[in-house]
Every structure is written in structure tokens, then in C-alpha cells.
């Protein structure tokens, strides 16, 4: 039966209930009854010859007991199989989490579908992460160029998600990742520091994103975002990030972080954001990983925040620091992620793998929660078609980890995200997102196909995808013409798709642009290594055949564009044209001594 979240309890009868054409509503009953799951959202489902009966506790047990109904009908039309189910969720909070603020600004009409789907998948809690891009009034010069969700916008979604049982929980960093705000005039003195420095591996930069604790205007900006951001949300729960604040104790703070020690100044300041929280009416949510840095000022943490557990490897700790959580009495989420970020793609091992285990740590040590990070780094190239399936897993173990059967994915993403009665959408997007392993080279956070067509131009030293044009001297021709077979197969895949809708030929197009970058990212691997061989004939025809693929997915791309996001392309795909120059500028940046490891970790050696 293809249902995710699968119940943990599902028995079939035999028979089948026919619901009526005229008023099928009269042939399902929903009362509230104790011999329901004992679980704010426990249900039960019955259908046999006298209809469907659902008895719930409390409206979000009605709410689930509806999703898993309204799944039950897309599979079987009026024709309804007898079953019996019990379900209740193994996490009260499950949640999904997209980063708005690197280069791609979703639609409202975009966020709507989004999380009217999200709902069929028993989520409750959605966040936008942010650092720059809500429309601040005093702040246009600073988003206008990015887009930026607008105070109606938020409202309008915020009632929706409402109407659909989800939490639509504002997220303002409010600490650090403040790089574009703190280039605003108003508000650069108040940076810890005021020039880019050098990052600990020396080939990168490091600009300006953390505001200094202890600048007497600091709590009043703070003040300035809550008291226009705030008032949209009904939420009574606030997520302040906090999270990776590089540059405390650089500048401003120094002398007092010398004195008193970086943790216990981020935990003072963490306490002011939190006193400005309570003023609103909200608890406090903030990223969890500069505490667990400081485990012995954890018990200094005020009791009504909520850490969030973050993690996105497949090999993350998750249960070391649950259980540090939990034995220090702070409520705590766990929070795994997606692993599309730098891969155009997909990172499917690692993102399947880190999803579950987070389930398990959490649902061992009493979290409050589970939220599935979607993140953009490096521009957010990579579109929601190719997160959707990490979605579905994040919600299905968020539900209920032990009754998840990976093999419901591709039917239940085809009925009800992708709406393509063929599979081949959802066939594809999940080979796609394996394909990487074909490089036979591994990376933390990135694969080639994600950072090879996205690095920046060495001399803006630049962080994110930094390396990607060094990986032709660390990958295998062999392994680079494998990857891009694998892409090739999955795009023709792709092409025989037929979805029936339209929400479902945007997400058929925006795989099919993500596949094409991907090959283009083997295609500059392969140019590189002709040039670094001096073989100059097959440089120039690869770099013939790229430059011409190159437009075409930017224009493709820039078509594509208005149908799901805000603001333009400038932010997002800028590496289009910095990869069609250096076809046409026919040198390496890197030569081979430069650009290989001594030792590349690949896949045989884990």
C-alpha cells in the first residue's frame, strides 16, 4: 500500500467499500472518542462496508487521520480497500526547514504548493530561513537585488499554513551569517569586524558576518528586525540561528572575550536575544553547535530555549550530542538536512543515512523535534524537485522511522509531488542523486557535479565551491566519463516522463536543468584535463561544445526562472558566465601540481 508516512499499524479486510458520487462526505464519519491512540495527533482509520471512521483525540489526530485519507483516495479512486489503522507520530514536531537567503527567493504561489503537499506528508512546522531577504523597510538596498518575501506575503502564508495544522515559524538569524545586512551603511559599525580575513585553510576569505555582542546598537538593530518581522507570524516560537559565528572575539569583542571567554560572551548574548524574544511572546530556537563547543556553560542556557541539533553527514554524531542535550535538561530538535546544497543533485547515501539516524537519537533522548534542513549554499542552484525525495524520508522517519520502506518513495513522489503517472520523474531524481559515486571521490557537504560549474573565480577567494577547479586532477577520467553516462541515462529517462499537471512539468523542467549542469560540470573536468595533457584540438572542441550548452541552459534557465522565484537569476547562476569565459580564456587556473591531493578520499577507501 503506498503510503508515507507508512502507519504503524496498518491491517487489511477483505472487501471494498465504495465511497458514493453524490455527497461522499456522508459516507465518512470523524468523532472524537478515547479509544484513540493516547497522542495529541494519535488516530484511528476504519473503513468497511458502513464507510470510513476516523477517531481522533485532538484536531491534529482529525488532521492526520485527513492526510492519510486524502492519500488512500489519490491511490484507490472511490474504491476504497477495508483496512483498520492506529497511528500516532514518533516526533510531536516535524518540521522542513528551506534557506531563502543565498540566490533563490521561492514564490508565494511557490511556497503554497509547497507546503499544501507538505501537509499530505503529516509535516507541522515550516521555516524559512533568513539572513537578508524579508522585505525590511529600512533595509531595500540591501534585498532588492536578491528579492525578498514580503510582510503580505508572510501573512498570506502564514494563514495557510494554519488552515493546513503547520507551524509557519519565523527565522531571523540574529548572531552571525549577516554579511549583506552589515554592508548596509546603518548597520556596519555594529560588525564584530570590519574587513574580509583569511579562512583557517588559507585559500578562502572571510567576510564581516557576525555582529558585535557588546555595541551598545546592536540589541536595538535586533529590536528593529523583530518589530517588523514578528507581527506576521502567529507562531509562538522564534528561530534566532546563532549558528557559526566565525568572527567573535576578532574585533569589537576581543577584550571582553579575552576576559570572560567567547562562550560565556555568545551565552550573554545569547540571553539579551532571548529576553527580546519573551517580550514578543516567543521561545527561543537557536542553532545548537557553538554550545556543544562549550559543554560546561550548557547548564547556563536558559530553560526555555530550544537547541537545534544540527547535523548533515552521514556519519554525525547524533547520539553523542542528543544525549548531552538531554542529561543538561535542554529541550532540543534533532537536525538533519538534505545534502543537496553544493551538489546540483544530490548526496542520496549520505542524506538517506543522516535522516535516519537523527530519528533514532532523537526518538531515543526525548527531542522535542525533527527538522529537515534544506540549505543553498553556493548560490542555491539546486531546485525543490531535486529535494523533494529527501522531504518525503525526513517526514516519513519523523512520523514513524521503523515503519519507513524505502521502496514507497518512488510511488507515492509520482502520485503526489510529481503527479506522473510513468514514475520516471521520481525514478530519475533518485538515481540522479546516486550518480555522484561514479567520480569514485568524496567530499564533505559537495560533489563535483555541484562544485565544478559553480566555483567562483579564484581571485574573489570566495568560500563556497571553492575547489571545484581542482577536481579534474583528483577524479578519474574513466570515473568522469562514468558520471556523465549516468546523467545522460537519467535525463533520457527524464524525457519520457509524461506528468499531468502542471506544478509537475515545472518540477520535470527543473530536473532536467539541474541533470544539465551536472553533465556540463563532467564536460569542464574533461576540457581541463586536455588542456593540462596539451592536447589543444580536443581542449578547443570541448570548449566549442560547452560554451554552446552553457547558453543554452542559461537561457533555458532564465525562462524558467519567473515561474518559481522572485527577483532574477543574478544570484543564483552567475557561474554560467564565468565558466563559458574560461572556456574562451583556454588556461588553467590551476595547474595539476596545484590542484591534485596527495591522497584523494574516495568511496573504496571508507
Known amino acids: 500500500m503506498n503510503l508515507l508516512p507508512y502507519p504503524r499499524s496498518l491491517k487489511l479486510g477483505r472487501g471494498t467499500f465504495k465511497l458514493p458520487v453524490e455527497s461522499p462526505s456522508g459516507a465518512i464519519s470523524a468523532v472524537r472518542s478515547e479509544a484513540a491512540p493516547n497522542n495529541t495527533e494519535g488516530y484511528s482509520l476504519t473503513i468497511d462496508r458502513r464507510g470510513v471512521c476516523i477517531e481522533y483525540r485532538e484536531t491534529g489526530g482529525l488532521r492526520a487521520a485527513g492526510a492519510t485519507l486524502r492519500q488512500l483516495l489519490r491511490e484507490y479512486g472511490r474504491r476504497l480497500p477495508y483496512l483498520k489503522i492506529r497511528d500516532w507520530p514518533d516526533f510531536a514536531r516535524r518540521g522542513v526547514m528551506l534557506d531563502v537567503s543565498r540566490g533563490r527567493v521561492p514564490k508565494l504561489e511557490t511556497l503554497l504548493d509547497l507546503v499544501e503537499r507538505l501537509a499530505d506528508f503529516k509535516i507541522n512546522e515550516f521555516q524559512l530561513y533568513t539572513e537578508h531577504t524579508f522585505a525590511y523597510r529600512n533595509y531595500k538596498s540591501v534585498w532588492q537585488s536578491w528579492g525578498a518575501l514580503t510582510a503580505t506575503e508572510i501573512r498570506k502564508l502564514a494563514a495557510r499554513c494554519r488552515e493546513l495544522g503547520i507551524d509557519l515559524v519565523p527565522n531571523?538569524?540574529?548572531?552571525?551569517?549577516?554579511?549583506?545586512?552589515?554592508?548596509?551603511?546603518?548597520?556596519?559599525?555594529?560588525?564584530?569586524?570590519?574587513?574580509?580575513?583569511?579562512?583557517?585553510?588559507?585559500?578562502?576569505?572571510?567576510?564581516?558576518?557576525?555582529?558585535?555582542?557588546?555595541?551598545?546598537?546592536?540589541?536595538k538593530f535586533i529590536?528593529?528586525?523583530?518589530?517588523?518581522?514578528?507581527?506576521?507570524?502567529?507562531?509562538?516560537?522564534?528561530?534566532?540561528?546563532?549558528?557559526?559565528?566565525?568572527?567573535?572575539?576578532?574585533?569589537?569583542?576581543?577584550?571582553?572575550?579575552?576576559?570572560?571567554?567567547?562562550?560565556?560572551?555568545?551565552?550573554?548574548?545569547?540571553?539579551?536575544?532571548?529576553?527580546?524574544?519573551?517580550?514578543?511572546?516567543?521561545?527561543?530556537?537557536?542553532?545548537?553547535?557553538?554550545?556543544?563547543?562549550?559543554?560546561?556553560?550548557?547548564?547556563?542556557?536558559?530553560?526555555?530555549?530550544?537547541?537545534?541539533?544540527?547535523?548533515?553527514?552521514?556519519?554525525?554524531?547524533?547520539?553523542?550530542?542528543?544525549?548531552?542535550?538531554?542529561?543538561?535538561?535542554?529541550?532540543?530538535?534533532?537536525?538533519?538536512?538534505?545534502?543537496?546544497?553544493?551538489?546540483?543533485?544530490?548526496?542520496?547515501?549520505?542524506?538517506?543515512?543522516?535522516?535516519?539516524?537523527?530519528?533514532?537519537?532523537?526518538?531515543k533522548h526525548g527531542a522535542l523535534g525533527y527538522l529537515n534542513t534544506d540549505w543553498g549554499d553556493g548560490g542555491h542552484p539546486q531546485p525543490l524537485a531535486v529535494s523533494w525525495p529527501l522531504y518525503l524520508i525526513g517526514a516519513a522517519h519523523s512520523w514513524c522511522s521503523k515503519s519507513f520502506d524505502e521502496?514507497?518513495?518512488?510511488?507515492?513522489?509520482?502520485?503526489?509531488?510529481?503527479?506522473?503517472?510513468?514514475?520516471?520523474?521520481?525514478?530519475?531524481?533518485?538515481?540522479?542523486?546516486?550518480?555522484?559515486?561514479?567520480?569514485?571521490?568524496?567530499?564533505s557537504n559537495i560533489t563535483p557535479f555541484g562544485a565544478v560549474i559553480a566555483a567562483p573565480p579564484p581571485e574573489t577567494r570566495e568560500l563556497f565551491c571553492r575547489s571545484g577547479l581542482k577536481y579534474y586532477a583528483r577524479v578519474k577520467?574513466?570515473?568522469?566519463?562514468?558520471?556523465?553516462?549516468?546523467?545522460?541515462?537519467q535525463l533520457a529517462l527524464l524525457a519520457r516522463a509524461k506528468p499531468s499537471s502542471n506544478i509537475g512539468t515545472l518540477l520535470k523542467l527543473e530536473l532536467d536543468l539541474a541533470a544539465r549542469m551536472a553533465a556540463e560540470s563532467c564536460n569542464i573536468m574533461l576540457w581541463q584535463k586536455a588542456l593540462a595533457s596539451g592536447n589543444a584540438k580536443e581542449a578547443?572542441?570541448?570548449?566549442?561544445?560547452?560554451?554552446?550548452?552553457?547558453?543554452?541552459?542559461?537561457?533555458?534557465?532564465?525562462?524558467?526562472?519567473?515561474?518559481?522565484?522572485?527577483?532574477?537569476?543574478?544570484?543564483?547562476?552567475?557561474?554560467?558566465?564565468?565558466?563559458?569565459?574560461?572556456?574562451?580564456?583556454?588556461?588553467?587556473?590551476?595547474?595539476?601540481?596545484?590542484?591534485?591531493?596527495?591522497?584523494?578520499?574516495?568511496?573504496a577507501a571508507e
Open 407 to 443: 521502496k514507497l518513495l518512488v510511488p507515492v513522489l509520482s502520485r503526489d509531488v510529481y503527479e506522473d503517472p510513468t514514475q520516471n520523474v521520481a525514478k530519475a531524481a533518485i538515481a540522479l542523486g546516486f550518480a555522484h559515486r561514479k567520480f569514485d571521490y568524496l567530499e
Open 477 to 489: 577520467t574513466k570515473n568522469i566519463l562514468a558520471a556523465m553516462a549516468e546523467v545522460e541515462k
Open 172 to 219: 531571523q538569524n540574529s548572531f552571525g551569517h549577516l554579511r549583506y545586512l552589515l554592508e548596509h551603511p546603518k548597520v556596519k559599525k555594529l560588525a564584530e569586524i570590519s574587513e574580509p580575513y583569511e579562512g583557517a585553510t588559507g585559500d578562502f576569505l572571510r567576510f564581516p558576518t557576525t555582529l558585535s555582542p557588546n555595541h551598545p546598537g546592536t540589541i
Open 223 to 363: 529590536r528593529e528586525l523583530y518589530g517588523e518581522l514578528l507581527p506576521n507570524f502567529s507562531s509562538k516560537f522564534l528561530n534566532v540561528g546563532c549558528d557559526e559565528t566565525w568572527d567573535l572575539g576578532r574585533g569589537q569583542s576581543k577584550k571582553l572575550c579575552d576576559r570572560r571567554g567567547k562562550g560565556r560572551v555568545y551565552v550573554d548574548f545569547l540571553k539579551q536575544i532571548q529576553r527580546e524574544a519573551a517580550k514578543r511572546g516567543r521561545r527561543l530556537m537557536f542553532w545548537g553547535d557553538i554550545i556543544l563547543n562549550h559543554p560546561d556553560l550548557i547548564s547556563k542556557l536558559p530553560k526555555n530555549l530550544i537547541a537545534l541539533n544540527w547535523g548533515y553527514e552521514a556519519t554525525h554524531p547524533f547520539e553523542k550530542e542528543a544525549a548531552t542535550f538531554a542529561k543538561s535538561k535542554v529541550p532540543f530538535y534533532v537536525c538533519p538536512g538534505t545534502a543537496t546544497w553544493m551538489t546540483l543533485l544530490g548526496r542520496h547515501e549520505t542524506a538517506f543515512a543522516n535522516l535516519r539516524l537523527a530519528a533514532e537519537a532523537g526518538r
Open 540 to 603: 578547443k572542441r570541448l570548449a566549442k561544445l560547452g560554451i554552446a550548452a552553457l547558453r543554452k541552459i542559461e537561457r533555458d534557465f532564465d525562462r524558467y526562472w519567473p515561474s518559481r522565484n522572485k527577483a532574477t537569476t543574478a544570484k543564483c547562476s552567475t557561474f554560467l558566465q564565468w565558466r563559458i569565459d574560461d572556456y574562451r580564456r583556454g588556461k588553467l587556473h590551476f595547474p595539476p601540481e596545484v590542484a591534485r591531493l596527495a591522497k584523494a578520499k574516495t568511496y
